[in-house]
C-alpha cells in the first residue's frame, strides 16, 4: 500500500485508498437486476387469454419492473413491436390465427426483429417442443404454468443479452467513427505528401506521378503533349540581398503567377528551390512556347516591393513536346531540361525549346 502511494505521487495521479484483499473477497459482485438498467427493458408480451396476460403484466411490470406491452395475438405483436420496438417478446406458443412458432419466424425474418430476445411460453413442456421453439428463433423455452423464480432468472439472461448488445452496438459506433476519422487523416497525410508546404503546388513527387499519367493517356489516344520547366533568375541573389523571407515571398508570388495563367487541365508543380514544372496535356510545342512566353511576361510584370524597393523578377523556361522518338517521360522532361540550360547560359529571361535533339531559343516573333 505504501509502495501504490508512492508511486501515485511520483507519477503525479490520484492514488485513492484501496479495501483490503480480505474486503474485497467478502464484497459481493453486483447484480444486473440490482441497477436501473433492467426496469428500462422494453417487453412485449403475447398471449390470447387475458387472465394469463394480466398476471404476466403484474409479474413483469410491477414485481420485476420493466416496461410492458401486451396483445392477444400474432397479428397484433407484429404491429405493436413496429411502434415499441421490444428489447424481449415473451410469447405463447398456442394462439389462434398467428402462433408463437409463426410470430417467431416473423420477427426473425426482419431486420430490426433479428436481435429481439425471445422467450417462448408452452403449457406442453417437452423435448421436441423446445426444439421447435429453438429451430424457429426463439432464445428460451419456459413450461406454463409460468413460475416467477424461473421467469425473473431467464429475463436476468436477457437482461444480459440486451447489454452485451448495445456494447457490441457502441463499439461498433466507435470503430466506424475511428475508420471515418482514420480514412479523413489518411487523406490529410496523402496531400501533406503530395504538397509542396511553403507554395501548396504539387511538390515534385506528385509532378512526377502526373506526369506519367499524362505521357499514358497521350499515348493511347494519340495526342501531342509538352512541359516546360521554368527556373526563376538569380533567386540566390534575392535570398542574399533580401534574406530568406524575401526569397519564399518570391517563389508564392511566381508559384500563384504559374497557377492562374495554367489551364484547368494542366498541371504545375514545384520541382525543387526555385524551379517549377508545367505538364500540358493536348499541346504542341508551338503551342507550348506561346503558353511559355505568355507566362515569361507576366513574371517580367510582377513588381515585388519590400521595404522601400521594388523587386523585379524573370525567369527562364527550357520547352519540349512529345516526339515519335521519346520512349518515355523522362526523355521529354530530358530534353525540356537541356532547353533550360541553354536558356539560362543564353542570358536568361528568355524561352528555349528543344526540337528533335535542336536547341533554338528566342526573341520569337508574336503568334
Known amino acids: 500500500m505504501t509502495a501504490w502511494h508512492e508511486w501515485g505521487e511520483l507519477l503525479k495521479v490520484p492514488a485513492s485508498a484501496l479495501p483490503s484483499f480480505k474486503q474485497m473477497c467478502a464484497g459481493q459482485a453486483p447484480r444486473p437486476e440490482d441497477g436501473d438498467s433492467p426496469a428500462s427493458l422494453r417487453v412485449l408480451l403475447v398471449d390470447d387469454d387475458a387472465t394469463t396476460r394480466h398476471m404476466l403484466e403484474g409479474v413483469l411490470g410491477d414485481s420485476l419492473g420493466h416496461t410492458v406491452q401486451s396483445a392477444g395475438s400474432g397479428e397484433e405483436a407484429l404491429a405493436t413491436a413496429l ?4 428489447q424481449v417478446v415473451v410469447t405463447d406458443w398456442l394462439m389462434p390465427g398467428m402462433s408463437g412458432i409463426e410470430l417467431c419466424r416473423a420477427l426473425r425474418a426482419t431486420d430490426w426483429g433479428q436481435t429481439i430476445y425471445i422467450i417462448m411460453l408452452s403449457g406442453i413442456d417437452t423435448r421436441d417442443e423446445a426444439t421447435e421453439a429453438f429451430e424457429a428463433g426463439a432464445d428460451d423455452f ?3 404454468p409460468v413460475d416467477l423464480r424461473t421467469l425473473r432468472a431467464r429475463l436476468r439472461a436477457a437482461w444480459r443479452y440486451v447489454h452485451l448488445l448495445d456494447a457490441w452496438e457502441t463499439d461498433r459506433a466507435q470503430l466506424r467513427q475511428f475508420a471515418a476519422e482514420l480514412a479523413i487523416s489518411n487523406r490529410r497525410l496523402s496531400h501533406a505528401a503530395m504538397t509542396d508546404q ?3 503546388l504539387p511538390n515534385r513527387r506528385a ?3 502526373e506526369l506519367e499519367k499524362a505521357w499514358s493517356a497521350s ?3 494519340a495526342q501531342p503533349m509538352a512541359v516546360l520547366i521554368i527556373d526563376v533568375d538569380h533567386f540566390k541573389r534575392i535570398n542574399d540581398s533580401y534574406g530568406h523571407a524575401v526569397g519564399d515571398h518570391v517563389l508564392r508570388e511566381v508559384a500563384q503567377t ?3 495563367s495554367a489551364r484547368r487541365e494542366d498541371v504545375v508543380c514545384r520541382l525543387g528551390g526555385e524551379e517549377f514544372l ?3 496535356t493536348n499541346t504542341d510545342l508551338r503551342a507550348a512556347l506561346g503558353a511559355g512566353e505568355r507566362l515569361r511576361k507576366l513574371v517580367a510584370a510582377l513588381a515585388i516591393k519590400v521595404g522601400g524597393h521594388e523587386i523585379q523578377l524573370s525567369i527562364s ?3 519540349a513536346a512529345r516526339e515519335a522518338s521519346m520512349t518515355d517521360a523522362d526523355m521529354l522532361v530530358n530534353a525540356a531540361d537541356r532547353a533550360l540550360y541553354r536558356a539560362k547560359e543564353g542570358g536568361r529571361n528568355r524561352s528555349c525549346i528543344c526540337l528533335q535533339g535542336q536547341l533554338r531559343c528566342g526573341p520569337w516573333q508574336a503568334g
Do not use: D, E
Not at 83 to 86: H, L, S
Open 83 to 86: 411502434q415499441f420496438m421490444p
Open 219 to 221: 499515348g493511347r489516344a
Open 207 to 209: 509532378g512526377m506521378s
Open 278 to 280: 508545367m505538364v500540358c
Open 142 to 144: 419456459v413450461a406454463k
Open 317 to 319: 523556361i527550357g520547352i
Open 258 to 260: 504559374l497557377q492562374q
Open 198 to 200: 511553403l507554395t501548396g
